[in-house]
């Protein structure tokens, strides 16, 4: 699925944002740009343009480079992403560590991570409640064919469920807004009610989804629905049930672990046989930003600045991840490497960029540290640093095309492992725990013993550097003991969650802040 142009029609407001259904398209599809004469029952009222309609949800995930007015494609690394990895404090921000707002567990409400995550997830969810709302009518009114409509209406319900999903577990409780109709400057609902919701949807949305599609990827699918269905029963403590809906995806015949770890974030392997959910990115990378167009900037502000010239925002790891790792885990090597290492990935020869005259990341006795050794650590990240083609700032290429993979499957099995312990199934808990190990050793792994404390550091070594492991922790209950056990940092009451931007408090004297801000 490739967005390239968007027509914006019909806008809702949620609190500070301007929330825009958008009709993307795909490659040959709406090329006139002229949109005076569009309107909802153009829109959906014959299958291309529902399913280009449909395409503008998902582009809400992505933006392009420049987005809508502030709110520009760097929420992706600023916003959602860069909040995702260093509150874990396994990786760093650019800057003294002590002074990191995440060291301390202090957002301050006014900063980029609140104030982008919440009006970019609103803004996907007013595109999907502007969907449904006209997706029924035009099933009941034979302007769409009836079994698409009924599969536009489960993709769309899932990706309102990713911006909820990641609402919920970054702020708690926030506002459900279901319909057009819905008061927009409502109260915050519960938790426990967004997931409830959540639940509800998706079994709705295994209903109405194929496990595939015929020659076009990057489109939800029912083992998408199936494992945000999963991820909500853990959330609400339904455990057997979570186990239920984990094991259904792979019975499904279409998902399963790639065999070799290295492979799942290969540039060559975009929408591969574990990914879930992808965010795909348009082909074009070059040194312009004013284009309009989706372009993955993530590998940028991954790379080493040694390299790039600037960056290292996102990518930054610990040594004491690096550490954590056991002898043989093939894991490390695939998420850090650090001075004096090769890139294990056969694409990237560090030598060949411009200016680099070794083959390794630095070396033991000149690590790379952009030449701030107070703010970085020497150690790089791998999974965003797969495409050779993107140099950084000062050279060529800036942008690129690599997905970014939001879900799969490796993350499945250990939530399957999780559900699985804390509902007494421990034989089961036990069998899904030791494939992801076993991957990981590529064949057979030292023996370990199912428990929680030892799925939460199989999370760790499996999901880090790809921005969704601290939603998985915060889900576990064991997020204090967590960052106290691994970094001596005690979470302030209140401060697993990010604080309500106080941009939205001032316009929506309903809403609460959260505890301790």
């Known amino acids: 699925m490739n967005i390239i142009k968007k027509n914006t029609k019909t806008l809702i407001v949620y609190g500070s944002v301007l929330l825009a259904m958008t009709a993307g398209c795909s490659d040959n599809f709406l090329q006139d740009t002229n949109n005076k004469d569009l309107s909802e029952g153009v829109v959906f009222g014959a299958d291309a343009t529902a399913i280009a309609a449909v395409t503008g949800v998902y582009d809400g995930l992505q933006n392009d480079s420049q987005g809508d007015p502030g709110l520009p494609n760097e929420y992706n690394v600023k916003g959602i992403f860069k909040m995702a990895n260093n509150i874990t404090l396994d990786w760093q921000d650019p800057s003294v560590r002590e002074d990191s707002p995440f060291f301390d567990f202090d957002i301050n409400p006014d900063t980029d991570i609140p104030v982008k995550i919440w009006p970019n997830n609103y803004r996907v969810i007013g595109r999907a409640n502007n969907a449904l709302n006209n997706l029924q009518p035009a099933i009941d009114a034979g302007s769409i064919s009836e079994d698409l409509g009924k599969r536009l209406i489960g993709e769309v319900l899932v990706i309102r469920a990713v911006s909820y999903q990641y609402l919920a577990a970054v702020y708690g409780g926030v506002p459900l807004v279901l319909s057009i109709d819905d008061d927009p400057f409502k109260g915050r609902d519960s938790q426990e009610a967004v997931f409830q919701q959540i639940v509800a949807d998706m079994q709705d949305a295994v209903n109405r989804l194929p496990w595939t599609y015929d020659g076009e990827k990057g489109r939800v699918t029912k083992g998408t629905a199936y494992a945000i269905l999963g ?221 929680l404390d030892n799925i939460l550091e199989e999370y760790r070594h499996e999901l880090g550097g790809e921005y969704s492991l601290w939603p998985v922790i915060r889900r576990s209950g064991e997020a204090a003991n967590f960052i106290q056990s691994r970094y001596g940092v005690s979470i302030p009451s209140g401060h697993e969650l990010v604080p309500l931007p106080n941009s939205e408090l001032s316009i929506n004297p309903n809403l609460e802040q959260n505890q301790g801000y």
């Open 231 to 451: 991820n909500a029963h853990m959330w609400l403590g339904q455990y057997a049930e979570a186990v239920t809906a984990f094991e259904a995806i792979e019975a499904g015949g279409v998902t399963s672990l790639e065999p070799n770890f290295l492979d799942i974030h290969s540039v060559s392997n975009r929408n591969g046989v574990e990914s879930l959910f992808e965010l795909q990115w348009a082909a074009n990378g070059d040194l312009g930003w004013n284009r309009n167009d989706e372009v993955n900037i993530l590998q940028l502000f991954a790379m080493p600045t040694d390299i790039t010239g600037g960056g290292g925002f996102t990518g930054i790891p610990t040594k004491e991840l690096y550490d954590s790792f056991e002898e043989g885990d093939l894991r490390r090597q695939a998420t850090i490497i650090g001075p004096g290492e090769e890139h294990p990935d056969p694409l990237i020869n560090i030598i060949d960029y411009d200016g680099v005259d070794i083959n390794t990341c630095g070396t033991v006795e000149e690590p790379w540290v952009g030449g701030t050794p107070d703010q970085r650590s020497g150690y790089w990240g791998v999974k965003s640093w797969r495409d050779p083609n993107i140099d950084g700032w000062g050279r060529t290429v800036l942008f690129g095309n690599q997905g970014h993979i939001w879900i799969r499957y490796g993350e499945v099995l250990l939530s399957l492992a999780e559900s699985a312990f804390k509902d007494g199934q421990t034989a089961k808990a036990q069998a899904a725990f030791d494939r992801v190990r076993n991957r990981a050793w590529n064949g057979t792994a030292p023996a370990k013993t199912v428990s």
